[in-house]
C-alpha cells in the first residue's frame, strides 16, 4: 500500500485536514529520494571536480576540453543544488490538487532538464577523456560501448524520475 494513503487512512478524523495532508506530502518517500540522490551526486561530483585535474591529466588536455568538462559537472551539480531546495519547497496554496499538480508539473520539467544536463555532461566527459588519443579499432569499440552504457544509464534514470512522479501522481489521484 502507499506510504501516504496508509498514513492518510490511520491519521484520526481530527487531523486530517488540508495542512495534515500537505505535510505527509511533504514527507512523501519520492521526494526524500530525491533529495538522497542529488546530496550523493553533489557530493561525488564535487569531489570529481576538486580531483580531476591530477589524477586524470588535466594538464596535458586541451584548455576547452578541461572548460567543456568543468562547465558540464558545475552545471549538473548547480541543477541538483536548485533540485534539492525544489524538492524541499513547501507546497504553497489553497487548493491541494492545485498544489500538488503544479508541484508534478515542475518535478516533470527538472526531471527533463536532469536528463539532458547529465547527457551533456557525459559527452563533455567523452570529449575530455578521448582529447590527445589517437584512435584506432579497438578505442572505437570501447567508446562505443561506454556510449552504450552511459546511453542505458540515462534511460534508467529516465525510469526513475517517471516513476517518482507516477508515485507522487497516484497518490493524488487516490
Known sequence: MDPLQEAWQ??????????????????HP?????????IFEILSLTVFLLVYYDFFDGARRPASANAWLVA???LVILHNVTGYFFSRRV???????????GYLSGMRRFAVVSV???????????????????????????LMIIGVIAAAQMVWLGIIWRNRIRDIGSSLDE
Do not use: Y
Not at 519520492?30 to 542529488?38: L, S, T, V
Not at 507546497?91 to 499538480?101: C, D, P, R, T
Not at 575530455?128 to 584506432?136: E, H, N, P, R
Open 10 to 27: 490511520k491519521m484520526p478524523a481530527a487531523r486530517t485536514s488540508p495542512a495534515g495532508l500537505r505535510e505527509m506530502i511533504q514527507r
Open 91 to 101: 507546497l504553497a496554496g489553497n487548493h491541494l490538487q492545485e498544489m500538488v499538480k
Open 72 to 74: 558540464a559537472v558545475a
Open 30 to 38: 519520492a521526494r526524500r529520494g530525491m533529495r538522497r540522490q542529488m
Open 116 to 142: 539532458a544536463a547529465r547527457v551533456g555532461m557525459v559527452v563533455c566527459m567523452l570529449l575530455f577523456f578521448c582529447s590527445g588519443l589517437a584512435m584506432t579499432d579497438w578505442k572505437m569499440a570501447m
